[in-house]
């Protein structure tokens, strides 16, 4: 069972990665909370954007501190890409894909 606190972090990270598909709408990403350890997993493709795009990156540092402000003593974040040891089991919301994901909701 979701608490309202997870509900709020997901609505609030639904918004920031609407912002990124805003800031940066040739991205692919894909989204995932699991529920067993805590923890918001955020894909974020081509993996090149993701390591060598500075403005991307520093938009990602500033999600990461102002997340763990929020919600740090309860949940993780993790962003993700091709090559990293985690991956996305079960997505559960994405941007940027021809087929859209709608089975889940807040």
């Not at 990403?29 to 520093?58: A, C, D, G, K, V």
Request: with cysteine.
């Amino acid at each position: 069972k979701q608490s309202f606190y997870m509900k709020e972090s997901i609505t609030y990270l639904k918004g920031k990665i609407d912002q990124i598909t805003d800031l940066f709408p040739h991205l692919k990403i894909r989204y995932e909370y699991r529920t067993t350890i805590s923890t918001h997993f955020i894909e974020i493709l081509p993996l090149e954007e993701f390591e060598s795009n500075q403005e991307f990156i520093l938009f990602e540092m500033e999600l990461e501190n102002e997340f763990e402000t929020l919600y740090g003593k309860k949940e993780d974040i993790v962003f993700i890409s091709t090559d990293s040891l985690n991956e996305i089991r079960t997505e559960d919301f994405s941007w940027g894909y021809c087929s859209y994901n709608t089975h889940f909701a807040p």
